[in-house]
């Protein structure tokens, strides 16, 4: 016989939220810092103006799995 039962859904941890706002702003910050970044310093990171613009506007989810919780 199997006994079955009734579990309630957790919640997420509060300070799970607050490392995903941190992470979500951290992410706004580099992608708006990337479009200040002259020829010179893109090049330096091997990137150019329409790679660091396609980066820059990529959407705040779109983020390298090694990122995500």
């Known amino acids: 016989m199997f006994a079955l039962f009734r ?3 957790t919640l997420p941890h509060p ?5 995903l ?3 979500i702003s951290a992410t706004r ?3 708006r810092a990337l479009l200040r970044l002259d ?3 893109l090049r330096d990171i ?3 103006q329409l790679s ?3 980066e820059a506007n990529r959407p705040i989810w779109d983020v390298p ?3 995500r919780l």
């Open 7 to 9: 579990t309630r859904p």
């Open 15 to 19: 300070g799970s939220l607050i490392r």
């Open 21 to 23: 706002l941190r992470r």
């Open 29 to 31: 910050h580099q992608r």
């Open 39 to 41: 020829e010179r310093l």
């Open 46 to 48: 091997g990137q150019d």
């Open 52 to 54: 660091a613009r396609d």
């Open 65 to 67: 799995q090694h990122w």
